[in-house]
């Protein structure tokens, strides 16, 4: 029986340095099973510059999963190379496939310096140059001396990189562009070229570069056995690399290898450019729905909901589209800081869960709370929308977007799925009303609201019509009568 897919994304930032998630998500691959989770999106598990207290978005040996003595230690953030082994093993038994979080437009945390002439670029404007070419100390040299070249010799040096943004000789921040070197093109135009980011940039038209990314990502695909991946950062990377390296992966080991980018920007235009650009061979994160939700929850009820995928990625390209309501670099304090308030999360997370299009994601500082910055657990109500997910939302979709405030849609259910089938109300203003037609299967029918928000039932009648209700600032979720799913 086919079920719907559901992403999670097992980890949030400030978790504790401790070393246990991997042990964590491997004690939790049954439950995630049970709950409807088809595949998890797992954090770099590769050494980070800071060792053990790096999230693992600066990447220093992509060789090492927690193997080696290196930045002062043998285990990442989440654990040693076994322990993740054996995650993404128990992962895969209960039915889950594996998501790696790749990192491949910067390296940190280099093992020596070299001198390099380097021209100084407008931080704001990477096309304007502020100076000329000048001597600077950059930290570019990688050797891996804890690894000794186990898994790969190659070894890092500044003809690798783009540009650094630091000068030890001087101890000055600013953006170092290599003599001889260009940004790239076929990046995203914010700040008049965004191909730096951070760290040492990676030169991505270094023919040796591009072959050991290649080497290195196939060799990962072996030692790990993981399906798919996360790609970081991809708007800072010319958008020809990316079909070059999963072509070259995916005939390699003849894996499907589902890819997800991270392009953060709210222009819809210029997210399907790029898919188009990059032939489509990745899906992308729906970061303007994410910024929909977060407009339409601080609004005072001024967002009109009718209009809350205008601009989206599932709206535009619904089959390339990852949704999400947050995630790690939207929590509180982080420098994209977005994060969806308590009330709005249950309307968020049933526009994602509950619908036809796209691929959503649950959000680990979600489901299991962030208690560094005190945000509760938002289980119970997860685990309600994630068993609708996978046992009654299903068949044709119909929208009733035609009120400022108050919106609707159902779910008319399939023969697959027993009593399947749901009508979704929700507000972000005062609650009320709307008639909705749930289809000739369900006609007849009592329906009850499962959040238990609404205590009242609502008889449908034999067209399949029936009067839904939800309170203020809240999402009612309907489905047949007799079901208990709680």
């Not at 070419?133 to 930290?139: G, M, R, T, V």
Request: hydrophobic share 35%.
């Amino acid at each position: 029986m086919a079920s719907n897919n559901t992403l999670m994304q097992y980890f949030e930032w400030y978790l504790p340095s401790d070393s246990t998630l991997w042990d964590k998500v491997t004690k939790d691959a049954k439950h995630l099973n049970s709950i409807g989770i088809t595949s998890v999106w797992l954090p770099p598990a590769y050494k980070g510059a800071s060792g053990k207290n790096d999230v693992g978005y600066g990447v220093y040996d992509l060789y090492d999963l927690g193997e080696f003595d290196q930045k002062g230690s043998i285990p990442t953030k989440y654990g040693t190379k076994d322990e993740y082994l054996n995650a993404i093993k128990t992962l895969k038994e209960n039915n889950i496939q594996v998501l790696a979080d790749i990192v491949l437009n910067h390296k940190l945390g280099a093992d020596e310096t070299e001198e390099v002439l380097a021209v100084q670029d407008d931080a704001s404007n990477r096309n304007i140059s502020l100076s000329e070419a000048k001597p600077i100390k950059a930290w570019t040299k990688y050797n891996f001396p804890g690894r000794q070249d186990k898994y790969s010799d190659f070894k890092w040096n500044w003809t690798h990189f783009h540009g650094v943004d630091w000068d030890d000789a001087t101890s000055t921040t600013s953006i170092y562009k290599f003599y001889g070197k260009h940004w790239d093109n076929n990046v995203d135009k914010e700040k008049g070229n965004f191909d730096y980011l951070m760290g040492a940039d990676i030169d991505l038209n270094n023919f040796d570069v591009v072959t050991e990314l290649k080497t290195w990502g196939r060799w990962y695909l072996n030692f790990t056995n993981v399906d798919g991946f996360r790609l970081d950062a991809v708007k800072h990377i010319r958008s020809e690399f990316f079909p070059e390296w999963l072509n070259f992966l995916r005939q390699e080991t003849g894996k499907e290898l589902f890819a997800v980018g991270e392009y953060w920007s709210t222009n819809i235009n210029t997210i399907v450019d790029y898919l188009n650009k990059t032939g489509k061979c990745m899906s992308l994160f729906d970061v303007p729905l994410h910024y929909n939700f977060y407009r339409a929850s601080i609004s005072n009820g001024e967002f009109n909901m009718s209009d809350i995928f205008e601009g989206s990625l599932v709206e535009a390209m619904p089959e390339k589209a990852v949704t999400f309501v947050d995630n790690h670099d939207t929590e509180p304090g982080q420098a994209l800081e977005s994060f969806i308030p308590d009330w709005f999360k249950p309307l968020a997370y049933s526009l994602i869960l509950l619908r036809k299009d796209g691929l959503p994601t649950v959000f680990y500082g979600d489901y299991y709370g962030i208690p560094e910055k005190n945000v509760e657990s938002k289980k119970n109500f997860l685990d309600l929308v994630l068993k609708l997910r996978k046992e009654y939302a299903y068949g044709e979709q119909y929208d009733y977007f035609n009120n400022k405030n108050l919106i609707g849609f159902t779910r008319l259910g399939d023969s697959e799925h027993l009593n399947s089938g749901v009508a979704v109300v929700m507000t972000n203003a005062l609650g009320g009303s709307i008639t909705m037609n749930v289809g000739k299967k369900l006609a007849g029918c009592t329906f009850y609201d499962c959040t238990k928000n609404i205590q009242t039932t609502v008889n449908v009648d034999t067209d399949g019509n029936g009067t839904f209700s939800c309170n203020d600032g809240s999402v009612s979720i309907w489905i047949k009568q007799g079901e208990n799913i709680n």
